[in-house]
């Protein structure tokens, strides 16, 4: 009786959240399911699979990317941003985080770190967005719960929070 052949696993380093995580994945491995599972970084979430909700974003070298969408080991030499790499050393949260708090911009919680981490972006490329630049910046992910008003105000919020504004 023949077995099924061994699957093929490919030992990869992924920095991630400025720190390294040498994990062995087989080559179709998404990036989302090795940061989920491999890493142990739960906070990047799947919804759609197919890169459509915006639920699994990170940041790729800085910009907003579909962990769904990327494949583990050809994310081995760029610098990966999940949810949690968004807080300060000392877990002080960052201006994004703080204005969802402020402006109740989650209800379920569910799209909220691909929120977070697309406006961190958002707002490292437009400081000081108008309402309709806020809109947009946030229209690739999708919320089910919240009615997106507030989660506009989050922004709006978060680019005073990063001026130093009260």
């Known amino acids: 009786m023949t077995g099924r052949p061994a699957a093929v696993r490919h030992d990869i380093t992924l920095r991630v959240n400025g ?9 179709r491995r998404l990036l989302s399911d090795a940061l989920r599972h491999d890493c142990g970084l739960t906070g990047t ?20 990317a579909r962990s769904c969408l990327m494949l583990a080991v ?4 760029v ?8 807080a300060g050393a ?7 985080q703080q204005a969802f708090s402020d402006c109740h911009g989650l209800q379920c919680g569910f799209c909220t770190p691909g929120f ?3 406006i961190t972006a958002g707002l490292r490329d437009n400081p000081d967005p108008t309402r309709e630049e806020a809109q ?12 997106y008003q507030n989660i506009v105000a ?6 005073e929070l990063r001026d130093g504004r009260p």
């Open 136 to 147: 947009e910046m946030i229209a690739g992910n999708l919320c089910r719960c919240t009615g």
């Open 90 to 96: 000392d877990d002080s949260l960052s201006p994004v």
């Open 116 to 118: 977070l981490t697309t």
């Open 74 to 77: 050809a994310s081995e030499d």
């Open 154 to 159: 989050a922004v709006l919020r978060a680019a």
């Open 45 to 64: 979430h799947v919804g759609c699979e197919h890169g459509v909700c915006g639920a699994c974003t990170v940041l790729v070298d800085g910009s907003p």
């Open 19 to 27: 720190a390294p995580h040498t994990i062995s994945v087989e080559p």
């Open 79 to 86: 610098e990966i941003t999940t949810v949690e790499g968004l």
